[in-house]
């Protein structure tokens, strides 16, 4: 679904990638692992065209055919299938849960809006509540559940389980488990061990280059 060739990244004039390449097949789930500042955020950014500059090939199975993306804009990158859920949520917090899934919602959005809250369905109990009055576990939910109701054909997260409850923790984890079983890939930079352990494989970022395969 998405192959990355010999990708770098630059902040200006400093490179925060150097030749990472990885491949991401349909229905995997590969959680991308390492320090602060090691690169794993940067990695996101770079695949969906935001804040870096980039060198190297991204090349994504759209439903036209294999396209090389590396110089799309984000815009086209996200209606091409590539959905992605920041770590900082990036909620409209005035706005209500169902407002926020409305906001992102493709064509049916109806049918989009039950997929989702069967996923997380403790959402279904706080439609009404404005994003600002939730915790941040069921913020991230939200966060995750709105990108979803884009219609994506492949997931990026990042740091989806930071500082959340483990039970919470173990939701989110279910229900990213539900979308491999359905044939979503999915690319995770994550710390938590919990979810770690459900991967089907492991990347390690060191200093802005990965090690596993």
Request: proline share 4%; aromatic share 4%.
């Amino acid at each position: 679904m998405l192959e990355v060739e010999k990708l770098k990244a630059f902040y200006g004039p400093a490179q925060a990638l150097f030749d990472v390449s990885l491949q991401l097949r349909r229905g995997e789930f590969v959680v991308l692992q390492g320090l602060n500042g090691a690169g794993k955020s940067t990695l996101l950014k770079a695949l969906m065209g935001l804040e870096v500059r980039t060198e190297g090939r991204v090349t994504y199975q759209a439903e036209a055919g294999p396209a090389e993306m590396a110089r799309w804009e984000t815009h086209r990158r996200a209606r091409a299938g590539l959905g992605y859920v920041a770590e900082e949520r990036r909620l409209f917090t005035g706005l209500t849960v169902r407002e926020n899934l409305r906001v992102a919602a493709g064509r049916d959005a109806a049918r989009q809006e039950a997929r989702v809250l069967d996923l997380f369905p403790v959402l279904k109990t706080m439609l009404g509540r404005p994003a600002g009055q939730m915790s941040g576990g069921e913020q991230q939910m939200l966060a995750i559940a709105r990108t979803l109701m884009t219609g994506p054909r492949v997931l990026l997260l990042d740091e989806p389980c930071e500082g959340i409850a483990p039970l919470l923790v173990e939701s989110i984890r279910d229900a990213l488990l539900a979308l491999k079983a359905g044939g979503m890939p999915m690319l995770v930079a994550e710390q938590n061990q919990l979810l770690a352990a459900s991967a089907d494989r492991m990347l390690l970022l060191v200093a802005g280059k990965v090690r596993g395969s």
